[in-house]
Structures are given as C-alpha cells and as structure tokens.
C-alpha cells in the first residue's frame, strides 16, 4: 500500500501563487508516476499534471500549461504542483496520485485531497 499526504492548499486571489506538496510512504514508489488531479463542486474530477518516476516525462493538462510546474523529489518521496497565475476556475479539491500509469490518467492510489480556493 502507498499513503499519500498532500499538504499547501489554501485561499489565494486571483493572480496569485500556491504550492502544493504530497508526500508518499508506504511500499517502494520504484517506477511509480506520481500525478495531480482536481475535482470542482459539481464537477468530474479531472486530471491536472503528472511526472514520472526519472521525472523525464511530464503531463499536463492544456488548461494549465504554463502556469503549473510539476516536481518531484524520489529522495523525499515527494511530489509537488507549482501554481502561478491562478485563477478562479482553478478552484477545486486538489488529490495527489501514484501508480505506473499516472501519465495516463489511471492512478493506482490517492490522496484525501487538499482545497485550492482562488478568489477573484
């Protein structure tokens, strides 16, 4: 089993900036993809970014390119969301993510979530 913790969620104006981090533990994350993911008050959940395991294949989504930046640091077990030029829209319950096929979408473990509210 793999736990993840997500952590830095908060309330932010518009234009404003976030970080988020998940720490992991539990079983190896060897080759595991970790991933980001959001759900918006009546809305599906959605996928936002994820890396691999080298960190040598990065996704995301088209609604957040060029303001997100994904990391992660396998020695921390740590994966991390870079939110610059927030926006409203972004609102949601942000969940970390792992598993072999993040990069496709399909995690294998989640996080409880963390709230982002962006006020405008």
């Known amino acids: 089993q793999v736990q993840l913790v997500e952590s830095g969620g908060g309330l932010v104006q518009a234009g404003g900036s976030l970080r988020l981090s998940c720490a992991a533990s539990?079983?190896?994350?060897?080759?595991?993809?970790m991933g980001w993911f959001r759900q918006a008050p009546g809305k599906e959940r959605e996928f936002v970014a994820a890396?691999?395991?080298?960190?040598?294949?990065?996704s995301y989504a088209d609604s957040v390119k060029g303001r997100f930046t994904i990391s992660r640091d396998n020695a921390k077990n740590t994966v991390y969301l870079q939110m610059n030029s927030l926006k409203p829209e972004d609102t949601a319950v942000y969940y970390c993510?792992?598993?072999?096929?993040?990069?496709?979408?399909?995690?294998?473990?989640w996080g409880q979530g963390t709230q982002v509210t962006v006020s405008s």
């Open positions: 539990g079983r190896t994350l060897s080759s595991y993809g």
């Open positions: 993510a792992a598993g072999y096929s993040v990069l496709a979408g399909v995690p294998d473990y």
């Open positions: 890396i691999s395991w080298s960190g040598g294949g990065i």
